[in-house]
């Protein structure tokens, strides 16, 4: 999550672009079949509560907006304020009505005597809400959503753009930060990414009422960055779920691409560079990546804190250690994050502080160093170990989701990407099976 979070602003600005102009906006208003369902259970349990007076009741439904209160929906259609009280207390232990999320759909039945029927409210994207009126007062349930599943295929071509909105789509924007998570090891979606790359990707696409509502797990995924194929087939077994590459190996690696989503590389790893403040030529050891200040840094991999706080020209520091020799250095921060304290078990990917200019700096940027039993090594240029790979039973099981996956993959047809490119949905997205 954190790691999605570190990188969000830049892959807005390459990838997302292109998914919104793919799928097009989707309609996410309309309340669902399954609701009418619920009313026909709660009919026949109350038969004779209400069921004659079926036809006279009235319906209202919109989403909910910013600032907006029960009390202010009950005013605007002139409901009593007395069933809003009773409302609230029959969902009070499952669901407190006190904060209503922004944009979250409800829907009223109430008759002509503006008693209220049923309230009904999407709680989230898999939870509704359903407030009914039966012979004992009112009754709160919580009900899952149950979405269909179809497999919609996505193709693009990559342009370095930014992106004007992001509130357009939020589902392609979740897809997009998807994407980047599972190939985060691989490629640096704020920095690899050139114009051209292109990009398939496989994934559920979840349904209610035939109307698509958002996007599932991603199944397969292909990418082509600077003429240079990453593939992603998601697969699982009993050791658990994962991503992996055409040969069964985890795209996990033990350290991240990047530890951060910075703006450039403002220098490179060299063993004699002229330091701007000092103005002598010495080695530097690590990547400088310029970033705004207060950018959030992450830990590359998994490690324990072996230092934190301030260390002279390195300013406030966080040293990690992690597996096989390996330290990783975080220089110039600006804060530290206060449950970074030495001998603390960091996860990779997890928030350790934001980007600084203390110590020896012009300007705010993350000093990253990797060090090998305390050598310095660059960490672009050197191989890092990849995770599990699959073996025995699981890799005949694996070659047969490859096959199938690769049979998706390869109908994603050029007149496809062609077609994506000027953002015509019915051709750039396939509703399979
Ligand atoms: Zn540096």
Known sequence: MQRGLMKKALILSVVVFIIVSIVGPTAFLTIPADLNLLEEKEEEGNDQVRISESKEFHEVKGKIREG?????????????????????????????????????????????DKQINSFTYWIDDDTILNITCGENGFCAEKIPVSYEKRTEQLAGVIKDNLISSLSQDKESLMLALDLSDIFAWDIDFATDIRKGDTFKVVVEGLYLNGEFRKYGRILSAEIVNKGEPYHAYRFEDEEGVDYYDAAGRSLKKAFLKAPLSFRRISSNFSRGRYHPILKITRPHHGIDYAALQGTPVSSAGDGTVVFAGKRGQYGNLVILRHRNGYTTYYGHLSKINSNVRKGVRIAQGSLIGNVGATGLATGPHLHYEMRINDRPVNPLSIKIPRGRTITGKSMAEFARVKAAMDIELASV?????????????????NNGG
């Not at 069933?83 to 009070?92: C, H, I, Q, T, W």
């Not at 047809?413 to 997205?429: D, I, M």
């Open 68 to 112: 907006e209160t029960l009390f202010d929906i009950f005013k605007k259609y002139g409901l009593h304020p007395g069933d809003l009280f009773s409302l609230r207390e029959a969902s009070a232990d499952i669901h407190k009505l006190r904060n209503l999320r922004v944009d979250q759909p409800y829907r009223i039945l109430f008759d002509a």
């Open 413 to 429: 047809s050029s007149s496809t990407f062609l077609a994506s490119q000027k953002g015509t949905p019915e051709k750039a997205v």
